[in-house]
């Protein structure tokens, strides 16, 4: 999941679909994995998190899906608003390494 | 505000100066990351601090960076003889360091070297 500096792949979506972003992470001994979410000109914003125990977990309008055989994270978005325009990024950790290797990102539109 | 505080939000710098880029974890946590971030990129790991020690340098440029998080005051990365290079937005996050507990960032600093 890391990023070699092309141009943000982007989903757009309407008003009210589910989103659905899609990660690649790249390191079989990570053992936690993070969704943040980013406005233009602000820090990243924790969303969700998953431990590698567990292969989905739920909260409000959205929901991480981790398949570790593949190595493929996805975070689903219900019911997508004009507020969830962002860019997502999935985050992994390495097992006792503390650090995040962040993936490339993925630019959300609404389509009103 | 009880989240993390970074300043300043805008830091302009010539060639050759210095930049000094301040952060205040979030109560609590004695943990904290830095991380640079280019346009259209994620985020590249940096160093991972805790109070008077760096635990984690592997991400940091042999030259001219250097970072620090004394027991008292904010955690500094200070970065000497800017280069054209070094422009790009810097963030900080924080963590109680307990492992698999999300790291919460900063708004960053975005460094603009003239």
């Known amino acids: 999941g890391e990023s070699v500096g092309l141009h943000l792949p982007t989903l757009s979506v309407q008003e009210g679909d589910n989103s659905i972003i899609n990660c690649a992470y790249s390191?079989?001994?990570?053992?936690?994995f993070i969704w943040y979410k980013q406005e233009s000109g602000k820090g990243p914003q924790f969303i969700i998190d998953?431990?590698?125990?567990?292969d989905k977990r739920q909260g409000q309008r959205v929901t991480v899906l981790l398949n570790k055989t593949v190595k493929h994270l996805s975070l689903q978005i219900a019911a997508t608003q004009p507020g969830d325009s962002a860019v997502y990024f999935c985050?992994?950790?390495?097992?006792?390494?503390?650090?995040?290797?962040f993936g490339q990102g993925t630019r959300l539109t609404i389509n009103p | 505000n009880a989240g993390v505080m970074q300043n300043p939000r805008h830091l302009v710098r010539r060639r050759g100066q210095e930049a000094r880029l301040r952060c205040s974890p979030m109560?609590?946590?004695?943990?904290v990351y830095w991380y640079r971030q280019l346009p259209e990129e994620g985020l590249k790991f940096m160093v991972y601090?805790?109070?008077?020690?760096?635990?984690?340098e592997s991400g940091m440029p042999k030259e001219r960076f250097s970072a620090e998080f004394p027991k008292e005051g904010p955690s500094i990365l200070r970065i000497q003889q800017v280069v054209r290079g070094d422009s790009a937005a810097y963030f900080c996050?924080?963590?109680?360091?307990?492992?698999?507990?999300?790291?919460?960032f900063g708004d960053g600093t975005r460094l603009s070297i003239l």
């Open positions: 998953i431990r590698s125990n567990m």
């Open positions: 390191n079989s001994a990570s053992d936690y």
């Open positions: 996050a924080s963590s109680t360091g307990v492992s698999n507990q999300p790291q919460h």
């Open positions: 109560k609590g946590h004695s943990h």
């Open positions: 985050a992994e950790e390495i097992q006792g390494a503390q650090k995040l290797v």
């Open positions: 601090l805790q109070k008077e020690n760096i635990i984690d």
